[in-house]
């Protein structure tokens, strides 16, 4: 069981924002600013799209953003492409430990 | 431009060690703040770290499989290489090999490899 909570699934039709949750189980993630998020597609390795909570790396689109409010990470995706279904995961570097969420089943409408 | 790779055998026995090597290009693991992990993933499950190696030799393990995991690097040839003992076919997953940036996050990630446990 992972120590860091995310829905297992979230829907959203073409155009529209969803938001994707991550909390912790005590005060990790509030504690700490190393939180990123991955995209995986099927049969592919996980994608670097945020860290440091809300930072984009290069070539990632602006639709994705991210932020934190206490011991709860998020991470929105505007203007949803079809292209955007896929599963999700954040990470949070905690003490000497990295924690994967258990991941969020995004599907576009 | 960088690229990690990981090699291994994609079938091992119960109770059998499995050794993996990440072999990457596009940067050195002697740069400082850089480290070189190994992240694992049963099918259908979400990743689970395991292990990870810093520039500096600094070698950090998953506290819940510490025991059983030992990772080590070779920066002349652009290697980092993990052991796992006592292979159970709960260890079936696709194993990654991922660099760690300054910035604490896996900015790049091999295709993977999977490894079946079976006897």
């Known amino acids: 069981q992972s120590a860091l909570t995310q829905p297992a699934s979230v829907s959203g039709s073409p155009g529209q924002s969803i938001t994707i949750s991550c909390t912790g189980t005590?005060?990790?993630?509030?504690?700490?600013?190393?939180v990123s998020w991955y995209v995986q597609d099927p049969g592919k390795a996980p994608k670097l799209i945020i860290y440091?909570?809300?930072y984009r790396p290069s070539g990632v689109s602006n639709r994705f953003s991210g932020s934190k409010s206490g011991n709860t990470a998020s991470l929105t995706i505007s203007g949803l492409q079809a292209d955007d279904e896929a599963h999700y995961y954040c990470?949070?570097?905690?003490?000497?430990?990295?924690?994967f969420g258990g991941g969020t089943k995004l599907t576009v409408l | 431009q960088i690229t990690l790779k990981e090699s291994g055998p994609t079938l091992v026995k119960p109770t059998q060690t499995l050794t993996l090597t990440c072999s990457f290009s596009?940067?050195?693991?002697?740069?400082?703040?850089?480290?070189v992990g190994w992240i694992r993933q049963p099918p259908g499950k979400a990743p689970e770290w395991l292990a990870l190696?810093?520039?500096?030799?600094?070698?950090r393990y998953s506290p819940s499989l510490k025991s059983r995991l030992t990772i080590i690097k070779d920066t002349s040839k652009n290697q980092v290489v993990v052991t796992m003992t006592n292979l159970d076919p709960m260890d079936t997953a696709t194993y990654y090999c991922?660099?760690?940036?300054?910035?604490?996050?896996?900015?790049?990630w091999g295709p993977g490899t999977l490894v079946t446990v079976s006897s």
């Open positions: 991922a660099r760690r940036s300054q910035i604490s996050c896996w900015d790049h």
């Open positions: 596009g940067f050195s693991l002697s740069t400082s703040g850089v480290g």
């Open positions: 190696i810093y520039w500096d030799d600094d070698k």
């Open positions: 005590s005060s990790d993630i509030s504690d700490y600013n190393f």
């Open positions: 440091e909570v809300s």
């Open positions: 990470s949070a570097y905690i003490g000497d430990n990295i924690l």
